[in-house]
């Protein structure tokens, strides 16, 4: 077979090879912008299992490469709250949610304000809305919206 043809499919290989470890990074890049973007999150809970008062939280979050971060209250205020996480290309994710107490019957143990608190959050979205769950204490829904 003549050099230039071997060179041709060499370079044709080393150019399969080199598409073929790209693909997976454009997809997951894909994939995970399919959720960014600016988010309406409702946060409800529930009164808790010692008689803590119920809320609902309304606050934005955005959605950037997949990950999000949504904020309600001023940081270092008691009823701060902000939640941060990853969004797998399948929708799952397991988020983290964390604040300060705000009046002490509104928490679970009635706990003084500007306690510091922290949970998980389990999670499901599709492009353009999501649900989740606080995974431990009381029961607190989430819904998210996309804007």
């Not at 803590?52 to 999000?68: I, K, L, N, R």
């Not at 008691?78 to 705000?102: A, R």
């Not at 679970?108 to 499901?124: C, I, K, M, N, W």
């Amino acid at each position: 077979m003549p050099a230039i043809h071997l060179r041709r499919r060499a370079r044709a290989a080393a150019l399969a090879v080199a598409c073929v470890g790209v693909a997976p990074a454009v997809q997951s890049v894909h994939a995970a912008g399919k959720f960014d973007g600016s988010w309406s999150v409702t946060l409800t809970c529930q009164t808790g299992p010692d008689g803590a008062y119920s809320y609902t939280f309304h606050f934005p979050a955005t959605v950037v490469d997949g990950v999000m971060h949504g904020e309600r209250g001023d940081k270092g205020r008691g009823g701060w709250f902000m939640l941060d996480g990853k969004i797998e290309p399948d929708g799952s994710s397991m988020l983290i949610g964390q604040g300060l107490t705000s009046a002490p019957g509104y928490s679970v143990g009635h706990l003084d304000p500007r306690t510091p608190y922290e949970y998980t959050v389990s999670a499901h979205f599709d492009p353009t809305s999501g649900t989740g769950s606080r995974t431990t204490t009381r029961q607190c829904d989430f819904v998210f919206v996309k804007q």
